[in-house]
């Protein structure tokens, strides 16, 4: 049986690393006056946010200042009430809502709140935080060390994966943000708050994310022009077909593909999908 590894500490550049457990990645950032951390990852294992704790206690003695939500879905915000008694919690105001909704002692409520850029200072480090913007409920952000040249978009930029169920927002709004990415902003490595098949990528990766939904979008189109009703099974094998040679060794093609394409039509026909 080949061996596993279930959970690793990582340096993405200087000052900045990242903790797995499994398929779930967390990135903190060094200063001297403290530690910049996103997520905690605890939803599927309770004690994943004890570890980035301890895995960060074996990188520097700073405390962990700023505790920053990426987005309020439970499997990267559950747990970080373990760095409460340092941290400050930061997320966007969307957030706010749904984890005071969810009563959970575990995961505190952000009390310091942005819907437009934002920037954290310490230790004479500069982390920008961008709103994703891709919806009006979307809580997404965009985190960017332009010391480290690091850059974190979870869940929207996973290398070589497929887009999430049936979209995480409209997509002419995720491609805006994708080329807004390659274009703006100066970073050699990008995080995904995922592992699977890699934990980073380049401004390379965002191009081809980016282009998967542009072929996604002519793929439809030529399955309507010939006749194909939408989000029909016939739509997703015409689709499949156009798409395999490029995409189908992605993750999550088969998988997600119909969705995919349910999303991509009902996002265009201004409704919000169902994720299933």
Do not use: C
Not at 49 to 61: D, G, H
Not at 113 to 131: A, C, N, S
Not at 152 to 181: A, C, K
Not at 240 to 252: D, E, M, N, Q
Request: hydrophobic letters at 40%.
């Amino acid at each position: 049986m080949a061996t596993e590894s279930l959970a690793e500490l990582v340096r993405f550049a200087p000052d900045v690393y990242g903790v797995r457990w499994v398929n779930h990645v967390a990135l903190f950032i060094v200063t001297d006056a403290g530690v910049i951390l996103v997520d905690a990852n605890g939803q599927l294992n309770p004690r994943t946010p004890a570890l980035i704790k301890e895995a960060i206690r074996s990188v520097t003695p700073q405390p962990v200042k700023y505790f920053v939500y990426s987005h309020s879905a439970f499997d990267h915000s559950t747990g970080g009430a373990v760095f409460a008694d340092t941290a400050r919690y930061v997320g966007h105001k969307n957030t706010v809502e749904r984890i005071r909704a969810a009563n959970d002692p575990t995961t505190p409520v952000p009390d310091l709140v942005f819907d437009q850029k934002t920037t954290l200072e310490l230790g004479g480090r500069r982390v920008d935080l961008y709103p994703a913007d891709l919806s009006s409920t979307d809580d997404y952000i965009v985190v960017h060390d332009a010391t480290g040249r690091v850059a974190m978009f979870v869940d929207l930029m996973q290398p070589r994966n497929v887009p999430f169920r049936t979209l995480l927002g409209h997509p002419e709004r995720i491609v805006e943000r994708l080329q807004w990415l390659e274009d703006k902003l100066d970073f050699d490595v990008i995080v995904s708050g995922h592992a699977t098949p890699q934990m980073s990528g380049t401004k390379h990766d965002v191009a081809e994310q980016r282009g998967y939904y542009r072929d996604l979008s002519d793929a439809i189109a030529t399955a309507r022009a010939a006749g194909v009703a939408d989000s029909s099974p016939e739509m997703t094998t015409r689709v499949g077909a156009i798409l395999h040679p490029k995409y189908g060794a992605w993750r999550r093609f088969d998988e997600f593909l119909a969705l995919n394409i349910r999303g991509m039509i009902a996002w265009r026909a201004g409704q919000t999908p169902s994720a299933h």
